[in-house]
């Protein structure tokens, strides 16, 4: 069974600049979530989507950060601008439904100059 | 909001050690509590997963309990191995709200 892909799995962009990241869930998985990890934290969650709806995205900065999962399949996580404090792993994980064992993706480096 | 904490922040051990890795939180109405690893530069990857209802859960050398109503978690790794130098860390599920700790470093010397 294949797993949770990324990409790119690293990113070095200016402050400012746009960028994009991409996941492809487990086949059949209907929930994905979208995290962000700064170094020596805890992933925090940005947004979870249940097949193509959003179910929670509280903390993501919706001024600057954007998210869709079309087709209830791919998601793509959007920051533009970007600035020095998005620099982080971004990481999406996805799981059969709700509530069920998270399966994580490798994660893209993103590194804000 | 929920807080989960996670003691100590780095652990050595030699191989063979027994132990015990920690995790609190502060809301005890949770779902369900997933330990994971996180390996250098990887994703995290699953190790076990309790839900609210369950006491604890066993994979091989690995062993989770939960304990609502004090508002901890524990990880008990029976005779480590150096290949299990990794990052451990817990998650708690409150309504559809994931909340992570920080994780403990964990060497363990051949």
């Known amino acids: 069974e294949a797993g949770v892909a990324q990409s790119p799995r690293y990113k070095i962009i200016e402050k400012r600049q746009s960028v994009a990241f991409w996941c492809n869930p487990i086949?059949?998985?209907?929930?994905l979530y979208w995290y962000q990890q700064i170094l020596g934290q805890g992933p925090k969650l940005l947004i979870q989507f249940q097949n193509n709806g959003v179910v929670d995205d509280s903390q993501l900065p919706k001024d600057r950060f954007s998210a869709e999962r079309l087709k209830g399949v791919d998601s793509t996580l959007k920051i533009q601008p970007a600035k020095l404090e998005d620099s982080a792993v971004y990481l999406c994980?996805?799981?059969?439904?709700?509530?069920?064992?998270?399966?994580f993706g490798p994660g893209t480096r993103l590194t804000v100059t | 909001k929920q807080e989960v904490t996670q003691i100590p922040a780095a652990l050595s051990v030699p191989e063979g050690e027994n132990l015990v890795l920690n995790c609190s939180f502060t809301d005890s109405a949770i779902y369900n509590l997933q330990w994971f690893r996180q390996d250098p530069g990887k994703g995290l990857t699953s190790l076990l997963l309790i839900q609210s209802s369950q006491r604890e859960q066993t994979s091989g050398r690995l062993n989770a309990s939960l304990d609502k109503s004090s508002g901890r978690s524990t990880l008990y790794i029976a005779a480590s191995q150096p290949g299990d130098s990794a990052t451990y860390l817990c998650?708690?599920?409150?309504?559809?709200?994931?909340?992570f700790g920080s994780g403990t470093k964990l060497n363990v010397k051949p």
């Open positions: 998650a708690c599920e409150n309504f559809n709200k994931f909340y």
């Open positions: 086949s059949g998985h209907a929930t």
């Open positions: 994980a996805s799981s059969l439904v709700a509530s069920t064992e998270q399966y």
